[in-house]
């Protein structure tokens, strides 16, 4: 499975993005999707997870209440709607896939994860 990320940017503090991760060479629908994030000098943190099965989903506390996660299978796709940016949220982010579909807290652990998209830049100015 392949993984291709999508959609960040230069955001000012307060505005909205959307990423996508759009997966190809497999079907992700019964797969856990995860949305981790490294900002600059910092190590990689989960940020978001949601179940195939089930549509599940879990977050970072600093996440909750401004993300979301969801999934479109019939394209194969997850999607991240980033609301009420805040510089701190500035960040590389990643998607991945586990294919064994684990669920919280294992979806929060990067080592669960066997495949990853190649990240994409959010930037949030204040």
């Known amino acids: 499975v392949q993984l291709q990320a999508s959609g960040g940017g230069l955001v000012q503090a307060g505005g909205s993005l959307r990423l996508s991760c759009a997966a190809s060479?497999?079907?992700?629908?019964?797969?856990?999707m995860g949305w981790f994030r490294q900002g600059p000098g910092k190590e990689r943190d989960f940020v978001a997870s949601?179940?195939?099965?089930?549509?599940?989903?879990y977050y970072a506390v600093s996440a909750q209440g401004r993300f979301t996660v969801s999934r479109d299978n019939a394209k194969n796709t997850v999607y991240l709607q980033m609301n009420l940016l805040e510089p701190e949220d500035t960040a590389v982010y990643y998607c991945a896939a586990d294919r064994h579909g684990s669920s919280w807290p294992r979806s929060a652990n990067e080592y669960e994860y066997e495949y990853w998209g190649q990240g994409t830049l959010v930037t949030v100015s204040s």
């Open positions: 949601i179940k195939g099965s089930t549509s599940t989903r």
């Open positions: 060479g497999g079907t992700a629908s019964s797969y856990t």
